[in-house]
Each structure stands twice: as structure tokens, then as C-alpha cells.
């Protein structure tokens, strides 16, 4: 059973550098999330797709960009990688909004350097 | 204001005492819903459980237990009989119906790290 599968599962950028994470779900969910987490802080939601073709920012969306093309997919960008980007990216996805529950994928530990 | 409060960072205990995290949330909806999420070390975040809020029975599932209680905005997750296994950190949130279509989203509180002894 994939669930939500996103890679790299680790990666180290240089400050500056681009690069995107990837996530795919197969439970033929409309709605997709990225959420950061920073030691002590909970996660925050950077993202958010209700379905393909449509997506919105959340609570921390500057320096990220989103697209989803198909329901499966929801890459995540991160244009001219910043230290304050370091953390754990987690990649979500559940049937509709309200009430459903949110199922994430394993993680991205993401350093800027 | 936060919305989710999680009030204790850190929790230890010894193996097989019965600890209770606890959660305090904040809304003006009255449709609205309540999970509980945990975190083991190897950094997954798994369901535990989901609460709408027009039903306060408490819930039972094996040593977890759930406390819901609308009066005090309160949703607390006890673990009878803890195990070294339960250490972790637990996450409560809170999905809104809100305006403006909020209802996407859970607002996390910042997390419990439980750290169970043998």
C-alpha cells in the first residue's frame, strides 16, 4: 500500500540552488497538502490543492511554488534556497476537506546550506 | 492566539504508568473536527484518531483512550499502561469549517515529546 510517496526522503542544497520535492498519492485523493515542520513548532501548511489544476497558499507559502497537473501528483518547488528553508517537508493528501483525515507521506529532510 | 494548545512540550514517564496529554482548542465554528497524530522517532506522522464536534462520547481503542469535552475545549489522549514504544511525539489538531473555504487545512498544536523509561 504506496499512500503518499515523496522523495528525496533527504537532500542537501547549497543557498541559492532550486530544486523540487516530489509527491504522488494513489488513494485518488482531491485534496493535497505540503506542510514544514520546524523543531518545536508543529507543522505549517506551505500549500494546498483541492484539486488538479487548482491550488492556494497556506499559512508560509514565500519561496515555494506549487503545481498539480494530475490528481496523483503535487511537486513542490523551492526557488533560490534560503537557511531558513531547512526542514522537514511533508507531503499529505486526503479525499475532501472538512473532517476527512489527513494522511502524510514518510518526510523530506531538506538542509540549506 | 494559538488555536491548538498543547500545553506540556515533554512528558516522561516509567514503563506501564498511565500518562495523559493534553489539548486545548480554540474556535468559533460549530462544525468542526479534532485528530490526534503521532510521531515515533523515525519521523512518520500516523492517524490516531478523529473527533467531529457534535460527538463528545469518549472513545476507547486498546490502552489509548480519548476525552473530549466541549465545555472546556478540551480533547486529551490518555495511554494506560505505557510502553517503550509509545515514545514519540504527539500531535493534536484542530479542521475548522471556518469561511472562505478554511476547511481544508489542520491547524497542528506545537507537540507532546513522550518519552516512556523501561
Known amino acids: 500500500n504506496a499512500g503518499v510517496t515523496q522523495t528525496p526522503k533527504f537532500r542537501i542544497l547549497k543557498i541559492g540552488q532550486s530544486m523540487t520535492l516530489q509527491c504522488t498519492q494513489d488513494?485518488?485523493?482531491?485534496?493535497m497538502y505540503w506542510y514544514r515542520q520546524d523543531p518545536g513548532m508543529g507543522l505549517k501548511l506551505i500549500y494546498y490543492?483541492?484539486?488538479?489544476?487548482?491550488?492556494d497558499k497556506g499559512e508560509v507559502p514565500n519561496g515555494y511554488n506549487v503545481s498539480r497537473s494530475t490528481t496523483e501528483d503535487f511537486p513542490l518547488r523551492l526557488e533560490l534556497a534560503a537557511p531558513s528553508q531547512t526542514s522537514v517537508y511533508f507531503c499529505?493528501?486526503?479525499?475532501?476537506?472538512?473532517?476527512?483525515?489527513?494522511?502524510f507521506g514518510e518526510g523530506s529532510w531538506l538542509t540549506v546550506v | 492566539a494559538q488555536k491548538v494548545t498543547q500545553a506540556q512540550t515533554e512528558i516522561s514517564v516509567v514503563e506501564k504508568e498511565d500518562v495523559t496529554l493534553d489539548c486545548v482548542y480554540e474556535?468559533?465554528?460549530?462544525?468542526?473536527?479534532l485528530f490526534w497524530y503521532k510521531q515515533p522517532p523515525s519521523g512518520e506522522l500516523v492517524f490516531l484518531i478523529r473527533?467531529?464536534?457534535?460527538?463528545?462520547q469518549n472513545e476507547i481503542s486498546g490502552r489509548y483512550s480519548w476525552n473530549f469535552q466541549k465545555s472546556t475545549s478540551s480533547f486529551n489522549f490518555t495511554i494506560t499502561a505505557s510502553q517503550v514504544v509509545d515514545s514519540a511525539v504527539y500531535f493534536c489538531?484542530?479542521?475548522?469549517?471556518?469561511?472562505?473555504?478554511?476547511?481544508?487545512?489542520?491547524?497542528f498544536g506545537k507537540g507532546t515529546l513522550l518519552t516512556v523509561n523501561p
Open positions: 499529505a493528501s486526503s479525499y475532501q476537506g472538512l473532517g476527512n483525515t489527513i494522511y
Open positions: 488513494m485518488n485523493h482531491n485534496y
Open positions: 489538531a484542530l479542521s475548522e469549517e471556518g469561511s472562505g473555504g478554511s476547511n481544508y487545512k489542520l491547524t
Open positions: 490543492s483541492v484539486g488538479a489544476g487548482i491550488t
Open positions: 473527533r467531529n464536534s457534535f460527538d463528545e
Open positions: 474556535t468559533r465554528d460549530t462544525t468542526y473536527y
